[in-house]
């Protein structure tokens, strides 16, 4: 059997997060290492889709459910009105670190663009 990753130690509550908001199909909690002052990562709890190369026609339900719950965390956490930003890295190229699919919802300041 593979090893569990982090994300499933924590939708699992084997560890400790800080939980903004869960469902029976995803769960959100604040980054431990935050790269603005809002950072959340949404994740799915299901371990078969371990980025979004995974991702297929059959996810589009559960893909469109986390983007309405992305939108809804950004009014809770209040960076809605100012503009946030919604990363999914995907693959070594892309510095993904964490094999369980995430997105990253990050507000709270100006960014940048092109992303370095
Ligand atoms: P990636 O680099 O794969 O796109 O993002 C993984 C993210 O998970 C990173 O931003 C990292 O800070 C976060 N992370 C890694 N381990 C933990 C953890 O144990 N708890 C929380 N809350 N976030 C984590």
Redesign the pocket.
Known sequence: MEEKT?FKR?IDKE?P??IVYEDELCLA?????P?APV?V?VIPKTTKLRSLDDVTEDDVQLIGHIFAVIREVARQLGIADGGYRV???CGEHA????PHL?F?LIGGRDFTWPPG
């Open positions: 982090i924590i560890i997060s800080n909690f604040h980054d431990v290492s790269q950072h990562l990363v999914s890295n510095c993904q670190t964490v995430h990253h």
